[in-house]
Each structure stands twice: as C-alpha cells, then as structure tokens.
C-alpha cells in the first residue's frame, strides 16, 4: 500500500470552521488565497483543487443563482473569469481550460450559498492512472507556492478600466 501525505489538509479536517460562507470570510477575514477583490468580484484559490491553479471567482455579494446578479454582477464576473484565464494562461502556461459553474449540491457545488465559477488549467497528461485507479489525485506545487506567483498578477488588475 502507498502513503501519500497532505499535511496540508489536517488544519482544515482538525480545525474549527469559522461561522459563515467561506467566500465572504475570503474578504474579511481569511484573505491568505484570496487574489483579487474588485468592487463587484473576487478570486480565490480553491483550497482543494484539481490542479494547480484551480481558482474560484464569485461575485462579491452573497447569493447563489445566476438570475440572482444585477446584470452590471454578471457582465464583471464574466470579465473577472476572462482575466483570470489570461493570468493562468501568461503565468502557468496550461493548454487549456475548463470553466463553469455547479448549481445545487447534486451538481456538485461544495458552497451552494454563494455562486462561484471554476477556472480550472489543464495540461495534456494531467489527468493519470493515480486518480482513475487509486482515487488519488497529485498536485505537484503547494497551494501556497501557486498563490504567491498568481498574486502579482491579480494585484495588477484594474476592474475600473473594464467597460460593460
């Protein structure tokens, strides 16, 4: 049998859960894998990814369908997921992408409170026999490391300058 380790992840498993939607705690108060918050978005890191640079993007106001946005929400969340693609694609040099939204939790939305995109990178051969054999899935640069090479670029991001 392999062992593999996460020590990464006990903190979460072991520790208290604060009270509150993990999204809006990400602008307040737990900011560590927050990249980006704008007037009407923000982007997190997702702390249980696919793969490295699996990131959340999610309107700033709390609520969680689609035909809840304001149409000024929905157009800046577009472009928040259009620039964070560009960020990934400049930064991390994936070869491709996959992006979207699970509404409800039988469609696998992990916080179906708040809505969130998923931009996830993908490369040619990312996916291996690990995860379809051993329901294991291997992640080769810690969250950290990939938060603090994204984070310059988000820093650079001007929503003001975005028109809609």
Not at 23 to 49: D, I, S, W, Y
Not at 56 to 68: F, I, Y
Not at 139 to 146: C, F, V
Request: net charge neutral.
């Amino acid at each position: 049998m392999q062992t593999v380790w996460a020590p990464w992840r006990i903190e979460y498993i072991v520790g208290e859960k604060p009270p509150g939607c993990v999204f809006c705690l990400a602008q307040t108060t737990q900011r560590e894998l927050t990249l980006f918050t704008g007037p009407h978005t923000m982007v997190v890191m997702n702390k249980f990814p696919y793969i490295n640079g699996h990131l959340l993007v999610a309107p700033v106001r709390h609520v969680s369908g689609l035909s809840d946005l304001r149409m000024e929400e929905m157009a800046l969340l577009t472009k928040t997921v259009e620039a964070s693609i560009g960020i990934l694609r400049e930064t991390m040099r994936p070869d491709g992408f996959n992006v979207g939204l699970n509404l409800g939790k039988v469609a696998g939305a992990g916080v179906e409170e708040h809505l969130h995109f998923h931009v996830v990178p993908r490369w040619y051969g990312d996916v291996n026999a690990l995860s379809v054999f051993a329901d294991l899935r291997v992640i080769p640069e810690h969250i950290q490391a990939t938060c603090d090479k994204l984070k310059p670029r988000f820093a650079a991001l001007d929503p003001a300058s975005w028109t809609v």
